[in-house]
């Protein structure tokens, strides 16, 4: 929203430093005031303010420079922004950082961009790696290879004729001949339960591509690290220092084990946390009833900071169980409504291909029935739209015993919302987390395999917020570089793309479906934390909220697009504290 210049004197001209209960008296000094400044407040009329004041971790006061400066003590830090852009700390719904941070903490993690640099790797991996040892990539999607395509069999054969091969995107991926002989997976290896173990139409014999399949496997290493405690926690505190170099403030971890949990409550105790962690409970969404009810009761765990959603306090808070319904887009296993188009990229042979479900849609509306009897807030990984329509069943069907809309249950990814999926969003409450940066990554690929007509509805922001509360995040799980991640974790780049809707390899997909500065603003700040039940404690700067704050170079409402994607954040603040200050 761009203001006229006399409707924003005349906002300002009105004191917004509403006085609410928690916050010190008026009068009492401020621990830190940031004046002179453009403050994006980002509440419900997006008010633009000119400073800003934080005492006791809390914001005090938002409004005129005059009136701010009326908390200023003799210990008062007072930064003058100098006319530069303060806004509410960043909020990433979507990240896996206790994987993301080990990934590296060994070495760095190669960037394959094309066939030839996978066989190149592979080869020179099969050097030092004995005979009959697997050599494993992991989720290297295909989407984003110079080729957009998996490599094949032969491809990886060639590469290392006498070592077991897995080119590992996600659920789906492509093993060698070597990998095939060792495992004894043959002609008739049978399909895995919910997966596919892919034959040539013509020979019968396994292609390589195995689908949620790679149980049929024997001796894949583990993709963790061994790595010491120590040396885990050192890496994720640098990773979290990286997010907040970025403008992160709140992030929330969407598959969490109970030991990724105890790693952020140990940060907590010992006051080394520099953002603030929303943590979503990985869940097995297979068994009977009572198998379920007893995987509930047993999530709070002796401490009860476990669960259900809503537990924990404002550093570390538990979020939705978190359970995955189907494939994925950028591996070509997503439960789509039409079948997956034959072709190379994604290796599909079969003309009936729609894509994988993982939970049976009457399981699933008995995970859903429980999880909202139980207070639980609920989302599912659903990356195609079949899976879509089967998992709004399922909220529909737990609705009628248990009212969903005050539990804010949730998709995961959503990429592709028809008209009525989005009516039923509305009707029942029902918010997405959304990962802008696929588009830009993945959205040309996907052009190609889909055409022009199933891409019209992929990741329609415009449309969404006609609908209902969707929020920005990366599903950022390996490397630590922001852009060349997997995913590309740089808040700032999805905020552009949300802006622009650009794809990396040229082009722009459904230009109507853009944002404005506003609504991308709201995108990865105070939807989010409405996604996650906190939008009274965070997500926009007024008085009583918490002080996570950034202060950027430039002016976000009224730079050049393009400029969007490399504003640097000179000042972040978490909780009043100072965290991150460019020097
Ligand atoms: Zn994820």
Redesign the pocket.
Known sequence: MKLPLAALAALLAVPVAAQEPGADPPGSPADLIVHRAKVLTVDARFTVAEAVAVSGGKIVAVGSNADVLKRKGPATRVIDAAGKTVMPGLYDS?T?PTGAAASEAGEPLPLLKSIPEVQAFVRDRAKTTPAGKWIVIRYAFPTRLAEARFPTRAELDAAAPDHPVLYHAGPAGVVNTAGLKASGVTKDTPNPRAGQVVKDPVTGEPTGMLRNAYGVLKGVPGGGENLTAGQKRAALLKLFARYNQLGLTSIAD??AGRGDLDAYLALQRDNALTLRVNVARGFNPIGTRDELARRFDDLPGADGRGGPTGAGDEWVKIGPIKVFLDGGMLNGSAYMREPWPKGPTYQVTDDAYRGLLFIPPEQLKVLAEEAARRKWQLTA?TAGEGAMDVLLDAYEFADRMTPIKDLRFCI?HANFPSRNNLERCKRLGVCADVQPAWLWKDGHTLLNVLGPARMRWFQPYKSWLDYTTVGGGS?H?LRFDPLDATNPWHPWLGIWVALTRNLERGGVLEPTEALTREQALRLYTINNAYLHHEERLKGSLEAGKLADLIVIDRDYLTCPVDAVKDTRVLLTVVGGRVVWEAK
């Open positions: 979507h896996h969407r598959n990984h995961t599903d799980m």
